[in-house]
């Protein structure tokens, strides 16, 4: 199995700045593609930005140029810096890797991101 724990959400005022962690433990040798979602009351999870094992990433169009997404898998962490918060980023972000010998996505528990004055 394997588990993800995200990390670094909290209260931020418009403008400013968070990046979140997720570091993944457990059998965590077949895990490739990892990413970030986010779901906000009421709505359904949508994906932010992901990441290949190679580095190639992939960013929803309401983010680009703001969060980056990065990895280090010497530290078997996911990384996303997020820049230019505006009060609709408020929401719930979970990380996502998927594990290709089981076929399957891994969740985090989520980290709680709100952007407020």
């Known amino acids: 199995q394997v588990q993800l724990v995200e990390s670094g959400g909290g209260l931020v005022q418009p403008g400013g700045s968070l990046r979140l962690s997720c570091v993944a433990s457990?059998?965590?040798?077949?895990?490739?593609?990892m990413g970030w979602y986010r779901q906000a009351p009421g709505k359904p999870r949508e994906l932010v930005a992901d990441?290949?094992?190679?580095?190639?990433?992939n960013y929803a169009d309401s983010v680009k140029g703001r969060f980056t997404i990065s990895r280090d898998n010497a530290k078997n962490t996911l990384y996303l810096q997020m820049n230019s918060l505006k009060p609709e980023d408020t929401a719930v972000y979970y990380c996502k890797g998927y594990d290709t010998f089981w076929s399957r996505n891994f969740w985090g528990q989520g980290t709680q991101v709100t952007v407020s004055s």
């Open positions: 457990g059998n965590i040798f077949n895990i490739n593609n």
């Open positions: 990441i290949t094992s190679g580095g190639s990433t």
